[in-house]
């Protein structure tokens, strides 16, 4: 995942709330004489670009080339963002308007937040400046929209609902508000678990009041996907179905700037191909390394490739994958020159010879994809009293194979339809095809047939056990 996205530097516009976060970090070690609270001495003063600032800087550490659009005061404040973000090489438009630029400053003491003092008029941008920004998104090209919302002002209703309708490309968004029908039609929004309990009514406590309120918020507002960030939980994608990624964060020190970690990670992933569960697993290692610094951090690509290391482990629930994942892993792992090779068969009780035969099957190339029959399939062909195991336990064991990479369930006789999404450079199958007709080897570039284990068959071990031997 990591060495393609590597290759991708997608076309990124962000809209929304830009501002300055400031940091004072310093000592605490007595109480003011004046009053009951504590003196910080400062040690060092810190501005980073903050909100929709801070999606910006995670894309531009992932690597997409980043445009922006959105308001800033006749101060200071946004003098500073404008040179800032000339100095990244982010293309701008910036409009100045009379009110003040957000500015938000963090007194820190023992890596401990003290305190938080915001400057900011969070009114609504005047139409003069939605119309500057609608004009600026349809005379350029983008592969990807991403509005972060703080509330601020910058993203109208208005302003957001014209965005969404009038765009060709998808629209992620980071909510804010209890009301999210200025979100109606996006490809992708992304409220913590706080944010979506009080948009949709349904305070989240289980996995049922979770599936409950991410499932509202994708039909009462006509949303493709919704992402809920559930803290040291993970996150949970509802697309047709719920499903929960679990974190990967080892320490948290702060969780400031997170979401934004997120939305960049999703943004940019999916812009450079990746399916909405492979961006999930990229924004879950990216939130993880983020939410171990201090501040708005960003993360970038060596980063996360040596955390995702350092885990030491890849989830066996993130290899089993559906056709349009598998054709799209495929597709990228081709044009990187990796060799893809595939197999299939019912692999009910998981023996020697099965794991001989993948280990010599992932001898042959880079990338080993095993199609799995389905539990009806296995019925069809093998008779009314297999599988042993349903599919799902044979996917993950499958999955959990050094050897195996992916794995594709499909339900039919056999796998010529995956054969085909998939289109390997090496199709792989038992010694025993010797004299038959291997299906798919006419898509294949290559068939290779493989040795078994002698002996060693599901067959037998039922056989074995039924006799008691």
């Known amino acids: 995942m990591i ?53 910006v800087n995670n894309l531009l550490s992932f690597g997409a080339k980043v445009s922006v659009a959105s308001v800033i005061g006749k101060d200071s404040a946004g003098e500073w963002i404008k040179q800032r973000l000339d100095k990244k090489g982010v293309e701008t438009l910036l409009i100045q308007e009379d009110r003040p630029t957000t500015k938000k400053s963090r007194v ?54 014209q965005i969404i309708a009038m765009s060709n490309v998808p629209i992620f ?19 913590n678990k706080k944010e979506a309990s009080e948009a949709s009514g349904i305070t989240i406590k289980d996995d ?18 919704v992402v809920i960030t559930l803290s040291e939980e993970g996150m949970a994608i509802f697309d047709e179905k719920m499903s929960k990624i679990p974190t990967f964060a080892k320490e948290v020190y702060d969780v400031t700037g997170a979401g934004d970690t997120v939305l960049g990670a999703f943004g940019f992933a999916c812009a450079s191909g990746l399916s909405l569960h492979e961006a999930a697993h ?32 890849r989830g066996a629930e993130d290899a089993i994958k559906s056709f349009d994942e598998i054709a799209a892993i495929a597709k990228r792992a081709k044009k990187s020159g990796a060799k893809v090779v595939f197999t299939n068969g019912c692999f009910d009780i998981l023996h020697l010879g099965h794991v001989k035969y993948l280990q010599k099957a992932k001898e042959l190339g880079d990338i080993l994809i095993v199609g799995l029959n389905s539990d009806s399939s296995v019925k069809r062909l093998k008779g009314k009293s297999r599988p042993i195991n349903p599919q799902y336990d044979r996917a993950y064991i499958l999955a959990s194979l050094e050897a195996v990479d992916y794995v594709v369930i499909f339900e039919e006789d056999t796998p010529y339809e995956l054969i085909k999404k998939i289109e390997p450079d090496i199709l792989v199958k038992g010694a025993d095809y ?26 037998k071990i039922i056989e074995r056990i039924q006799n008691n031997d």
Request: proline residues 3%; negative net charge.
């Open 108 to 161: 820190i003491a023992s890596h401990q937040q003290i305190v938080r003092i915001d400057k900011e008029e969070a009114k609504p941008i005047t139409k003069k400046s939605e119309e500057q920004i609608i004009e600026i998104i349809s005379q350029n090209s983008f592969d990807l929209i991403l509005l972060s919302d703080y509330g601020k002002g910058v993203l109208t209703p208005t302003l957001t609902q």
């Open 3 to 55: 060495s393609h996205l590597r290759t991708q530097h997608p076309k990124i516009l962000v809209v929304g709330d830009l501002m300055v976060d400031h940091y004072l970090f310093g000592s605490c070690e007595r109480i003011s004489p004046e009053a009951p609270v504590q003196v910080v001495q400062v040690q060092k003063e810190q501005d980073l670009l903050g909100g929709a600032g801070n999606v």
């Open 173 to 191: 968004i980071d909510p804010k508000g209890k009301d999210y029908s200025k979100y109606k039609g996006a490809d992708l929004i992304t409220p």
């Open 282 to 313: 990229f924004a879950n290692l990216a939130a993880g390394v983020v939410v171990g610094k201090v501040g708005a951090a960003t993360a970038t690509l060596d980063e996360i490739e040596a955390y995702e290391k350092a885990l030491g482990h």
């Open 208 to 225: 049922t009041s979770l599936q409950q309120a991410g499932f509202f918020l994708k039909k009462n507002f006509d949303l493709k996907n």
């Open 434 to 459: 010797k004299d038959k007709e291997v299906v798919g080897s006419d898509i294949a570039k290559e068939t290779i047939l493989i040795e078994f284990v002698d002996g060693k068959s599901t067959t």
